[in-house]
């Protein structure tokens, strides 16, 4: 019969997603994750397997906890411009407010960039659904709004542009969080204009 476990599965989670977030995939070691948990090394693989699994159940913890909150008003079915302008305004507060995404940026997008660079990937990041859910999010709050009309870039277009922007800001907050907030002030601006444009 299986002993039962004696720690907080999910507290083990939450601290190996902060150790990954710090470190990067590579960059944490064995020996970081048994710091941040508390677990040692048996213990860790006995509960996960791998660093890996680990790694896969620190992503998706981030991106429930972090990633979930900040596109569910876009991805909402009455979305709409004000949400695209409350997305980029809750970016620039993340990069002021909160210690982990103002100096490290975002897990999910420092993981596709950091273990993409080698094939086949040690490890997946999710990088397809990633793009994929952003571009989506953005599309879904500038389809059937006064944002969609003839004059402007059409919509795929725009929300292809405010995605890569949204990953621009990401990768820039990691050299220096006061250029990574001007740069969303500079795409909230020009978004801005588009509504006013548009009369929305």
């Known amino acids: 019969m299986a002993r039962p476990r004696s720690f907080d599965i999910d507290a083990v989670v939450g601290s190996a997603r902060d150790t990954f977030w710090r470190l990067g995939y590579d960059g944490a070691a064995i020996s970081d994750l048994e710091d941040a948990t508390g677990l040692s090394r048996s213990s860790l693989y006995q509960a996960f397997g791998s660093k890996e699994q680990l790694f896969r159940a620190a992503l998706a913890r981030y991106i429930r906890d972090v990633i979930d909150p900040l ?4 991805e909402a079915p009455d979305a709409g411009p004000p949400a695209i302008d409350g997305f980029f305004s809750r970016l620039i507060e993340l990069f002021r407010g909160d ?3 103002g100096r490290y940026g975002c897990l999910w997008v420092n993981s596709i ?4 660079r080698r094939l086949p990937a040690p490890v997946d990041a999710r990088s397809d659904e990633y793009w994929r859910r952003i571009n989506q ?3 879904n709050a500038l389809e059937n709004s006064p944002l969609d009309r003839p ?3 059409p919509v795929a277009q725009r929300a292809g542009l405010l995605a890569g922007s949204t990953l621009g800001c990401w990768l820039v907050v990691r050299i220096d969080a006061g250029r990574a907030e001007i740069l969303c002030d500079s795409v909230l601006a020009e978004f801005r204009a588009w509504r006013d444009a548009a009369g929305a």
Do not use: K, R, T
């Open 99 to 101: 210690e982990l995404a």
């Open 71 to 74: 596109l569910a008003p876009m």
């Open 151 to 153: 004059e402007l870039l």
């Open 113 to 116: 960039v950091d273990l993409n």
């Open 137 to 139: 999010a953005f599309s």
